[in-house]
């Protein structure tokens, strides 16, 4: 074990279905040049800030602290790794949006994200979390919007499924789906509850399994 991977779940647990042996944090990158040498598929998880992106990874790797969970929003500022059974890495992005931080920072971060996105031949997808109360932003429009135009296959989740009643999860998704254009309704998933993660590992196991982009 090298010094990076210092935090480590060790015990095999089964998330929706599926078996997770080992997750391991393996490094935070700042720019690409810090992006993990080892040439294995990542999925990575974008989205405004507080959506719930570091929760649910949490939740889909089985620990409750594996990844820092903000008490305050923009918290994660760097690209995190995290080593998922030795076969691929899931990776959490710092917030879409953030409003707490410089202009010129923020700035930064998101051509960092975008610089990623289109280079990062290993991205074999991007999970775009949307909160199921707020139906899609216009933030969350562009973001969505310029992703797609690098050629990245993403994939929409509503997030805090917990946090609605049926008629507002009803309303919610279908926002969700006119606003961001989707012709079928989006997993929506709770990471408190732990619901929609078998469905979702599915989706991130189907993306894994694709081969690189050109
Ligand atoms: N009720 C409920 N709360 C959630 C859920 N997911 C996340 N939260 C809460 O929402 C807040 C933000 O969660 P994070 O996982 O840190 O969000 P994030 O998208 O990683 O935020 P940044 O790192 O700032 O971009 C925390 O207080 C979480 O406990 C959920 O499914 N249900
Ligand atoms: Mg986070």
């Given at each position: 074990m090298t010094i990076d991977e210092k935090k480590t779940k060790q015990a095999t647990v089964i998330v929706g279905g599926y078996e997770i042996r080992s997750a391991v944090f393996v490094k935070a990158a700042?720019?690409?040049?810090?992006?993990?040498?080892?040439r294995l598929p990542q999925i990575a998880f974008l989205g405004r800030?507080?959506?719930g992106k570091s929760s649910l990874l949490n939740a889909l790797m089985g620990s409750k602290k594996l990844v820092k969970v903000s008490a305050?929003?923009?918290?994660?500022r760097e690209l995190n790794f995290f080593k998922v059974n030795n076969e691929f890495f899931l990776v959490d992005l710092p917030g879409v949006?953030?409003?707490?931080?410089?202009n010129a920072k923020r700035d930064q971060m998101s051509d960092f994200i975008r610089e990623y996105v289109e280079k990062?031949?290993?991205?074999?997808?991007l999970v775009y979390l949307v909160d199921i109360r707020h139906g899609g932003t216009a933030i969350d429009i562009e973001t969505v919007e310029s992703i797609r135009n690098t050629g990245c296959p993403v994939l929409i989740v509503a997030s805090k499924?917990?946090?609605?009643?049926q008629s507002e999860f009803a309303k919610g998704i279908k926002l969700i789906k006119q606003r961001l254009g989707l012709e079928t309704s989006p997993i929506c998933v709770s990471s408190l509850k732990k619901t929609g993660l078998d469905e979702l590992w599915d989706e991130i196991l189907e993306a894994v399994r694709q081969d690189a982009r050109s």
């Open positions: 700042v720019s690409l040049q810090g992006l993990p040498k080892e800030s507080n959506v305050a929003p923009g918290k994660t949006g953030f409003a707490k931080v410089s990062c031949k290993d991205l074999r997808g499924r917990d946090k609605v009643n």
